[in-house]
C-alpha cells in the first residue's frame, strides 16, 4: 500500500482545471508503474468529470471539466485512489518486440557512439537490443515514445546541433533514454538504426503499437529483413 | 455538391471545431479554436451545436464562392465581411445565395475570426475532431491549412432563422491588458522577489507568436532550477526556458516538456491574448484557482443568459 503520508507523493496545482500528481522526482519503474494504476483507477473514479489526462516519467496531469466538478472535489477522489494503489509490480505491460536494423547506413552516430564508449559498433548493438526498456511516457509528438534506459555505458548526449531532418523510424539514443521517432522531424538525438514499424499511424487500429507501460525490446534484424518489413531508409539531414 | 469554393485561402484559415479531448495519452495534442468565446458564438448565431465545425481565420484575406443557400456569421477579430463586394455587420446572421462571394478582409482590431455556417462544415472528424493541428498534419483537410481550390462542405440551409449578437455584448479585445494566471507546477522554484519581477513588469508579444504559444518578450526571470522530468503541460502553462523569456502555451502545445512553469493562465484570458498582434503589451495577474472557478462559471452563465436578438 501507498500511504498520502508518503512525502514522494504530492499533488499541485497546474492550470485552471488542471491538477499535477507528482510520485516521486526520478525516472523508475515502480513509479511508472504507479502512474499507470493511477491513470486507470481515475478514469473511472473521475468518469464525466475527465477532460484529459497526461501520464510521464514520474507525474500525471489531471485535467478536468470546471463546469462537472472543482479542485476540491478531484483532489480528494485523487487522494482516494491514492491510497489505494497496490504495491506496482504486478502492473507490467505488454511486451512490444521492435525489429530494429542498426548499421551505419541506417544509423549514423552508431560509429561516433561506439568510439565515445570506447565499443566496437556490435558491442552497442548488442547493449541496445539486449535491454527491456519500459515506455515511461508518450508526447513531444504523436507516437514518440519516452523508453528507458539504455544501459550507462550506451548513453550519450544530445548532438550539439541538431539535425534538421531526422527519418521516420530512426532508433536513436539520449542520455539514458531512446526512442523511435514516429515521423520525419528534426531531432538531436543520437541515430543509431531505424525500426520498420510504423509507431503512430492515423489510419491505423490501434494507431500506436505501444503504450505507456508496456515493456519494448529491439530485436536485430539484416538489411533484407529490413525492406521485407517495409521499411525505409529516408533522407537525413 | 453543396458547399463553399475557397477562392483565396488567406493567411492562415483552419477548420475547427472545440478540439480534440481524451488523446493526450498518445502525443495528441487539443488544437481547436484559441478564442473560444468568439467560437462559440460563431456557432450559436447560425444555431448550431457549440462544438460544430467553423473556419478559424488569422489576420484575414479569406475569399470564398457559395455553391449553396445557406447561412454564414463571422464573430471574433475586426475582420470587414463582404457579401458580393456590400459591407455586411459581424457577430450577425446573413443569408446567402449559391454564387454569392464572401470575403474576409484584414483585420483592423484583433487576430482571429470564426466563421460558421448552420449546420456546420461537414469535415470528416481524425480522432473524435475536426480540429487542425498543422504541426501534426492532423484534422482538417489532411492537416494543412485551407488551400485555393479547398471545397467546404455544408448542408443546404437557408430557411433557417439566424441572430445577431447586440453590440452591447460584443468582447472588445483591446480594453484590459492584464492577464490572469494561477501560480502552480514549479511556482516554488521561483523566488519570491522572481514572482514579483514577473507580476509586476510589461512583457511584450513578440514574433514568435503562434497557436503553439505566445513568446514574450520583458524582464528575465529565473527559476532555481534548469529543467525537470518531462511532465504534462496543461493550456495556459507558462513555462520559462533558459533565457527567461515566459512563454504560454496554447492549443498546439505539445503535450509534454521539462521546462519549469511558474503556472497556467487561464483559458479566458489565453482567448484574449490570442488575438494580440506581435508587439502588443501585456502584464500579469495573480489569481487563486477558487477565484479562476468563479471566473469560469459566471462566464459560462453569462454566454447561457446573453440572449441574441432573432432574425427573420
Not at chain 1, 4 to 10: C, G, K, P, T, V
Not at chain 1, 139 to 161: K, N
Not at chain 2, 140 to 161: A, M, R, V
Request: charged share 20%; aromatic share 8%.
Amino acid at each position: 500500500m501507498i500511504s498520502m503520508a508518503d512525502n514522494s507523493i504530492r499533488i499541485e496545482v497546474a492550470g485552471e482545471n488542471a491538477l499535477i500528481i507528482y510520485f516521486g522526482e526520478k525516472t523508475d519503474p515502480s513509479v511508472s508503474a504507479r502512474v499507470q494504476q493511477a491513470v486507470t483507477i481515475l478514469e473511472t473514479e473521475l468518469n464525466g468529470k475527465l477532460i484529459d489526462m497526461v501520464p510521464s516519467y514520474a507525474s500525471l496531469l489531471v485535467i478536468y471539466d470546471q463546469l462537472a466538478t472543482d479542485h476540491l472535489e478531484v483532489r480528494s477522489t485523487i487522494r482516494k485512489v491514492l491510497n489505494q494503489l497496490s504495491d506496482a509490480v504486478n502492473t507490467e505491460g505488454n511486451l512490444v518486440i521492435l525489429p530494429a536494423y542498426y548499421s551505419r547506413e541506417s544509423g549514423p552516430d552508431l560509429d561516433a557512439l561506439a568510439q565515445r564508449a570506447g565499443l566496437s559498433a556490435d558491442e552497442v548493438i548488442k547493449l541496445h537490443s539486449e535491454m527491456e526498456y519500459r515506455v515511461y511516457a508518450i508526447g513531444f509528438a504523436p507516437g514518440f515514445a519516452y523508453l528507458g534506459e539504455v544501459d550507462e555505458r550506451i548513453a550519450a548526449p544530445r548532438l550539439s546541433t541538431p539535425r534538421m531532418k531526422v527519418p521516420r523510424g530512426a532508433i536513436a539514443i539520449a542520455d539514458r533514454q531512446t526512442a523511435v521517432y514516429p515521423a520525419v522531424s528534426p531531432g538531436g538525438w543520437n541515430l543509431i538504426g531505424l525500426c520498420p514499424t510504423r509507431m503512430f499511424d492515423p489510419e491505423a487500429e490501434p494507431t500506436m503499437p505501444v503504450q505507456v507501460g508496456d515493456r519494448i525490446k529491439f530485436n536485430p534484424i539484416s538489411r533484407d529483413e529490413f525492406f521485407a518489413l517495409g521499411g525505409e531508409l529516408g533522407e537525413i539531414k | 455538391m453543396s458547399g463553399f469554393r475557397v477562392i483565396q485561402p488567406g493567411l492562415l484559415t483552419l477548420i475547427q471545431d472545440a478540439g480534440r479531448f481524451g488523446h493526450h495519452r498518445i502525443g495528441l495534442t487539443t488544437g481547436g479554436p484559441v478564442d473560444s468565446l468568439a467560437f462559440k458564438w460563431a456557432n450559436r448565431l447560425v444555431d448550431n451545436p457549440l462544438n460544430s465545425t467553423t473556419l478559424e481565420i488569422s489576420f484575414g484575406g479569406l475569399v470564398m464562392q457559395a455553391e449553396t443557400d445557406a447561412q454564414i456569421v463571422l464573430a471574433g477579430a475586426e475582420m470587414p465581411l463582404k457579401i458580393n463586394g456590400v459591407e455586411q455587420d459581424r457577430w450577425h446572421a446573413h443569408k446567402i445565395k449559391a454564387g454569392d462571394k464572401i470575403e474576409v478582409s484584414f483585420s483592423a482590431q484583433g487576430a482571429r475570426a470564426y466563421l460558421a455556417v448552420s449546420g456546420g462544415f461537414q469535415v470528416e472528424h481524425s480522432f473524435s475532431s475536426s480540429a487542425t493541428v498543422t504541426r501534426e498534419g492532423i484534422g482538417g483537410f489532411t492537416g494543412d491549412k485551407l488551400q485555393q481550390g479547398d471545397f467546404l462542405y455544408c448542408k443546404p440551409s437557408g430557411e433557417h432563422g439566424g441572430f445577431r449578437l447586440p453590440e452591447e455584448h460584443r468582447p472588445d479585445y483591446f480594453d484590459d491588458i492584464s492577464l490572469r494566471v494561477i501560480t502552480g507546477y514549479q511556482q516554488q522554484a521561483f523566488s519570491d522577489y522572481q514572482k514579483r519581477l514577473f507580476f509586476s513588469s510589461e512583457y511584450k508579444v513578440t514574433d514568435r507568436a503562434d497557436r503553439m504559444g505566445y513568446r514574450l518578450e520583458g524582464p528575465e526571470v529565473k527559476p532555481s532550477i534548469d529543467g525537470i522530468l518531462s511532465e504534462g503541460i496543461c493550456h495556459g502553462a507558462i513555462q520559462i526556458p533558459a533565457d527567461g523569456q515566459p512563454i504560454v502555451l496554447l492549443n498546439d502545445r505539445q503535450t509534454i516538456g521539462g521546462y519549469p512553469k511558474i503556472g497556467s493562465m487561464i483559458a479566458m484570458d489565453t482567448a484574449r491574448m490570442a488575438q494580440l498582434l506581435p508587439g502588443s503589451r501585456i502584464s500579469f495577474e495573480e489569481i487563486s484557482i477558487d477565484d479562476a472557478h468563479n471566473l469560469h462559471c459566471l462566464a459560462h452563465v453569462r454566454f447561457n443568459n446573453t440572449e441574441p436578438e432573432a432574425i427573420d
